[in-house]
């Protein structure tokens, strides 16, 4: 039993190439060589598959088609008429969002989506960005989407502090709904593959489960990213389609 | 339309495709239901999280405020309850229908008349 139990030990960040500027730390850190994996793998998967683009497309073509087809539906249907030219923003942040949950689920890798200040900094980026573009959009008249319509005053007084605080929630429900979800996916996987790797020959029940739970969690990988698109697009539409 | 040579690949394309179709049984993309469990899954998923995050930041927020200008209880007090209110707004909002806008502002495109959101808060004020 000299098998020891650490479920958490696969989130440490281990810096690679360390780097320091000052006293800034800008080490290259597993966290980052799994983000440049993802990048890569996705223009990579773009490029060449669409390099010898057919009329009838092949496997590899299909693919990319299929993402682009289901992001752009997505889009479509959720940020209304108005919103194309922020599609390569979804669809970027959609594929990246998925290649990192996906390629965390590979044995031994790191899942960067399981660091809440990864999942927080893309979820600040949407926020900050979706608030920018609807001031632009609206100016000042975008303040009028803290005031609910025909509401008394004295309501008003509860309704708009209600209002305003669940639109400064959405950076932090965005990125704790993924992060949670990856952290505690993981959590279980380790937890189970530690249990079927000390118990010797009941293992095959832990290692049943586990076999489970690695389709579920493919399963949560690709619907995580799935809503945190989808959410994006939702907040993308109240910004644009303002009455 | 086969016969004679290649006239229209594309329309023989789609003749081929038509007949593979069939042979399968239906189209696979049109399976009723389909989309609506994945969507139905997906809104599950976000809706789980909503109602805790606004309150623990909610009252996160209250306590912030209440170190900076030394007002104690009150402030985590009410923003707790605020927070209780900002959660079960998203909830509900996640849960009615993701046609909902943040304020029950009307969209652009939904229509004339101020009637939706005017309905909606008389069933509430109830």
């Known amino acids: 039993m000299a098998i020891e139990l650490q479920p958490l030990e696969q989130f440490s960040i281990e810096r690679i190439v360390p780097l320091h500027i000052g006293k800034l730390d800008i080490s290259y850190t597993n966290s980052a060589l799994m983000m440049t994996i993802a990048v890569v793998l996705i223009t990579a998967l773009v490029f060449l598959s669409t390099r010898r683009a057919a009329l009838v497309p092949g496997r590899w073509q299909s693919v990319t088609e299929m993402l682009y087809e289901f992001v752009a539906d997505m889009l479509d249907t959720n940020a209304g008429h108005g919103a194309e030219p922020f599609f390569p923003f979804v669809f970027t942040l959609f594929v990246f969002i998925l290649f990192c949950n996906l390629l965390g689920l590979v044995p031994y890798s790191f899942t960067v989506t399981s660091h809440i200040i990864v999942t927080f900094a893309l979820a600040a980026l949407v926020f900050i960005g979706v608030t920018i573009i609807g001031i632009v959009k609206h100016g000042f008249h975008f303040l009028r989407l803290f005031v609910p319509e025909g509401v008394p005053v004295v309501l008003l007084l509860l309704l708009v502090p209600i209002e305003l605080l669940s639109y400064f929630i959405r950076p932090f429900t965005l990125s704790i709904r993924l992060f949670a979800n990856m952290l505690a996916g993981h959590t279980m996987l380790a937890i189970f593959g530690g249990f079927a790797a000390s118990v010797w020959l009941a293992a095959i029940i832990p290692l049943g489960i586990n076999i489970a739970l690695v389709g579920l969690e493919l399963l949560v990988a690709v619907l995580q990213a799935y809503v945190f698109a989808i959410l994006t697009c939702l907040y993308l539409r109240d910004a644009l389609h303002l009455h | ?126």
């Not at chain 2, 696979?28 to 389909?34: E, I």
């Open chain 2, 1 to 126: 339309m086969s016969e004679g040579g290649p006239p229209d690949p594309l329309a023989r394309l789609g003749e081929r495709l038509d007949k593979a179709r069939a042979s399968r049984g239906g189209d696979p993309a049109a399976s009723p239901g389909n989309a609506g469990v994945q969507q139905g899954v997906g809104i599950g998923l976000r809706i789980g999280i909503e109602f805790v995050v606004a309150i623990v930041v909610a009252t996160g927020l209250g306590w912030a405020i209440d170190s900076w200008v030394g007002t104690r209880p009150w402030g985590t007090i009410i923003l707790f309850f605020l927070g209780v209110g900002a959660g079960m707004l998203s909830v509900y909002r996640a849960v009615a229908g993701i046609k909902t806008p943040v304020g029950y502002r009307r969209l652009d495109e939904s229509g004339a008349g101020a009637k939706p959101a005017k309905d909606k808060w008389d069933e509430d004020e109830e």
